[in-house]
Nanobody
Framework: QVQYVESGGGLVQPGGSLRLSCAAS????????MGWYRQAPGKQRELVAS???????SYADSVQGRFTISRDNARNTVYLRMNSLKPEDTAVYYC?????????WGQGTQVTVSS
């Protein structure tokens, strides 16, 4: 059974940083393109960053230069480092494969950027 468990969210002031973690079980993250997604209230879920099996990365324009996706194969974990956070980054963040597998969505982790 594949599970992706997100953690590391919280309340942070504008300009602050957070690192999110996505621990995988039942699946090996290095074998798939993995992505971080987010869903803000009243909006559709969107892909913000992805990493290929060859460690190539891509980002949504809105987070380019501020977010960094990485993978630790030994820990079977995918990370999202978020710097210079803005209020518009407030959302629930999820990880999944890219493209996502519908029944692999986890609970996500809430990120709130507010002063």
């Amino acid at each position: 059974q594949v599970q992706y468990v997100e953690s590391g969210g919280g309340l942070v002031q504008p300009g602050g940083s957070l690192r999110l973690s996505c621990a995988a079980s039942g699946s090996t993250v290095r074998l798939y393109v993995m992505g971080w997604y987010r869903q803000a209230p009243g909006k559709q879920r969107e892909l913000v960053a992805s990493i290929t099996t060859r460690d190539s990365t891509s980002y949504a324009d809105s987070v380019q230069g501020r977010f960094t996706i990485s993978r630790d194969n030994a820990r079977n974990t995918v990370y999202l480092r978020m710097n210079s956070l803005k209020p518009e980054d407030t959302a629930v963040y999820y990880c999944n494969r890219d493209p996502p597998v519908p029944y692999y969505w986890g609970q996500g982790t809430q990120v709130t950027v507010s002063s």
